[in-house]
Nanobody, 123 residues
Framework: QVQLVESGGGLVQPGGSLTLSCAAS????????MGWYRQAPGKQRELVAT???????NYADSVKGRFTISRDNVKNTMYLQMNNLKPEDTAVYYC?????????????????WGQGTQVTVSS
């Protein structure tokens, strides 16, 4: 199977910055789509940003111009650079990655989620 480990969350003041990381491990053969989602208390999980295998990025309107998603295909790691953070960005952030992994002697698809990391924007 494939495991995802997130890091980089924390408490930051409005206008501040944070960078989240999501590292995938396991017998990974290929990674296709990667994305960040978030869930605020009492709300549904929502899409923040996605990045394709060709590094094409898409963003929710609420974060355009402030957040940047990127990926390192050698390290099997995805990042989310968050600038000019606002209180409404407060949420648990989850990463999601899909692709194929080696389950000898065959390859299987995977669609894995990280454990979540808390981001709190408050003065």
């Amino acid at each position: 199977q494939v495991q995802l480990v997130e890091s980089g969350g924390g408490l930051v003041q409005p206008g501040g910055s944070l960078t989240l990381s999501c590292a995938a491990s396991g017998m990974i053969s290929i990674i296709n789509g990667m994305g960040w989602y978030r869930q605020a208390p009492g709300k549904q999980r929502e899409l923040v940003a996605t990045i394709s295998s060709g590094s094409r990025a898409n963003y929710a309107d609420s974060v355009k111009g402030r957040f940047t998603i990127s990926r390192d295909n050698v390290k099997n790691t995805m990042y989310l650079q968050m600038n000019n953070l606002k209180p409404e960005d407060t949420a648990v952030y989850y990463c999601n990655i899909d692709g194929r992994y080696y389950d000898g002697p065959i390859y299987r698809p995977f669609d894995s989620w990280g454990q979540g990391t808390q981001v709190t924007v408050s003065s």
